[in-house]
C-alpha cells in the first residue's frame, strides 16, 4: 500500500518546466527568462529546446523589432551576429518545419510565438515576444512561452525601421542561450 501511495504522489506530482535565460546585449542589455510551454506545444518545444542545447541561438540577432508589436529572433542560418542581415528572416535550422500546434492561449504582452512564412505548418527556429497584446494572432501562430522575468530587458531591445521593422545595424544579440529544466 506504501509503494502504491509514492507511486501515485511521484504521477501527482507536475514535471519540471522547461525555462529558457536569454542573454541580450546591444541596446537592451541583460537576461530574459521565458517559460516554455510543453502542454501547449510540445513539438515546438522540443526543437527550441534542442536548438537552445547545441548552441544555436548563440550569437543571433533580433532582426525584426516593431514598437508596439513584438521583437523577432531565432534566425539560425541568416541572422547571426556579423552577417550581412539582408535575408535575416528567411532562414530556419536544419531541423525540419513543424506542423502548427494552435492553442487557445492568447498573443498578450510577454507571450512568446513561433514566426513561420505564409503557411501554417512552416515554424522552424524563429519565434517573437509580444510589446503588447495582438488578438489578430490568436489561433494563427504557435504560442511556445511566457516571459517571466526581464519583460524591462525586452522593451529596451533596439527597434527596426520602416513597416516591416527590419533591424539592419547593430541589431541587438542573444549571447547566450541556456535550458534550464
Do not use: C, W
Amino acid at each position: 500500500m506504501r509503494n502504491i501511495l509514492a507511486a501515485l504522489l511521484v504521477l501527482a506530482t507536475p514535471a519540471a518546466a522547461t525555462t529558457l535565460e536569454i542573454d541580450v546585449a546591444g541596446e537592451a542589455n541583460g537576461t530574459v527568462t521565458i517559460d516554455l510551454l510543453e502542454d501547449v506545444a510540445p513539438e515546438h518545444v522540443e526543437q527550441i529546446t534542442a536548438l537552445a542545447e547545441a548552441g544555436a541561438y548563440d550569437g543571433v540577432v533580433f532582426h525584426r523589432v516593431i514598437d508596439g508589436f513584438m521583437a523577432q529572433t531565432g534566425d539560425v542560418q541568416y541572422g547571426r551576429e556579423g552577417a550581412d542581415l539582408a535575408l535575416a528572416g528567411t532562414g530556419g535550422s536544419d531541423r525540419p518545419d513543424l506542423a502548427a500546434e494552435f492553442s487557445d492561449e492568447s498573443f498578450e504582452r510577454g507571450v512568446v510565438g513561433m514566426a513561420r512564412s505564409a503557411s501554417p505548418d512552416s515554424a522552424n527556429s524563429q519565434f517573437f515576444i509580444m510589446f503588447e497584446p495582438a488578438p489578430h494572432l490568436d489561433g494563427q501562430y504557435t504560442v511556445v512561452g511566457r516571459v517571466t522575468d526581464g519583460m524591462d530587458v525586452v522593451d529596451e531591445i533596439k527597434r527596426g525601421r520602416g513597416r516591416g521593422g527590419a533591424v539592419t545595424e547593430s541589431p541587438d544579440v542573444m549571447t547566450e542561450v541556456r535550458v534550464v529544466e
